[in-house]
Structures are given as C-alpha cells and as structure tokens.
C-alpha cells in the first residue's frame, strides 16, 4: 500500500521566513465562457515538500533535472525516530547507534516529531524548527556517501532559520558535495506522522525543469497493509 507523505501545497502552509510561496491565477475559465480551465502558476522550488540537489550548494553540482532518475526511488528505506524540540540539533551521537542500518539503506528517514508543531503552530514552525548539524551531515557524508541517496526529515530545513552560525550553511554544503566528490541529497518537509517504522519502498519524484537547483515532490511510502484477525 502507499501513503502519500508529501504535503498538498497551499498558499498558507509554513515555510522558510521570508521566502516566496506559492499562487495561481485563473488564465482561462469555463465561469468566463471559455471552453475549458487553465491556469499560471508561481511556486517557489523550496516551498513545501522539496528536493535539495547539489546545485543548491554547489556551482558545478547537478540540478534536480540532471540527476539520474534512479536517484528518486528507494528500495531499502530507514526510518529512525529520534526526537527533537525547536532549534534542537540531529548530531552524530543520535545516529551513531543505528550505523549498521543505516550503511544498508538508501533513504534515511529522520523522524523527529516535530510535524505536530506545523499542525499545531505553523509560525513556530517555520522559525523554530530542528536541524543537522554540520558534524551529522559529515558523519554520514563521510560514512555513507555512495549507497545513501538522500535524507528525508520531518521538519523545514536541514538548517534552523535562527542560525547566526553559518552551521546550517556548513551542513547543506556538506551533503551536497561542495568540498569533496560525491553527494548526499536532502529532502525536506516531509510527512512521516503516520508511518509505522517499517517501510519496504519510496520515492520522491520532482517536476524536471531544466535549470532549477532544486524541486518540490510528490513523495510516497510503500508499506504492509495490516489486516485485522
């Protein structure tokens, strides 16, 4: 079975403070006697559930239409829970017990809870959500790169809005493969609240425009119905 665990967008659901979002205007209309609807859209490419690609950090790194298609689609996803607040850190320490599994898989799941807070208080949200820190992101950019596709995380950013550090920026840069051959991509805003922790398959799938760093998805969760006695 498959669950949609990417967000419908909408003009008014959080994200990065400042930032662009998302409209549409009617350009044809069936109200207005024309024979069918059409419309023009606006969306900002990191607004909602998104996909970073490397040319997000790095001049010379693939775009989201450059990446191989395989790059979107998970047979061995890890779903891990591992709990944060507002502007509290994923660090090493947090997915060092789990290394062995997380050396198996492709799609690193990081569930932190914090989803309630986008239902609960989008404003808090968008300005106080958790992280990677930049020693997580080269741990499992040092570890990992090579059989780990991407990172896919419950809350805004792998940075937090209210860094004044740069850590945020370290880390992006980190994954994407500004410093070194090779990249981790990173997938943000993410629903995972109904998940059970097994998860056979995913896929996080971009519109392709050629050009643009980075994309919002339609990602999906395969997982094993479960059937009452």
Known sequence: MRRL??????PDMPGW?????????????????MADNTYTVTLFNHFGTHFDAPRHFTADGPTI?????????????????????SREKVEPEDLIPFEEQIGRCDLLMI???????RRE??????????????????????RFTGRLKAVALDF?????PHDDSG?????????????????????????????PSKISAAAAVPLF???????????WAEIEEQHGN
């Open 65 to 85: 239409s450059d990446l191989p298609f395989d790059t979107f689609f998970y047979s061995a996803p890890l779903l891990l829970d591992i709990p944060k607040g």
């Open 167 to 195: 850590d945020g920026v370290l880390a992006h840069q980190i994954m994407l493969g500004k410093f070194q051959p090779g990249y981790i991509c990173i997938i943000e805003d993410v629903d995972m609240t109904r998940l």
């Open 5 to 10: 665990i990417s967000y419908p967008i909408s």
């Open 111 to 117: 569930r932190t809870g914090y989803a309630r807070v």
């Open 156 to 160: 805004l950013s792998l940075a937090t």
């Open 17 to 33: 403070p400042g930032n662009p979002t998302y409209s549409a205007a009617p350009f044809e209309s069936m109200e207005q006697g």
């Open 209 to 219: 425009l050629e050009g643009i760093d980075s994309g919002p998805v339609t990602m």
């Open 121 to 142: 208080d989008p404003e808090e949200y968008s300005h106080n959500s958790p992280a990677v820190s930049s020693r997580a992101a080269r741990y499992l950019r040092d």
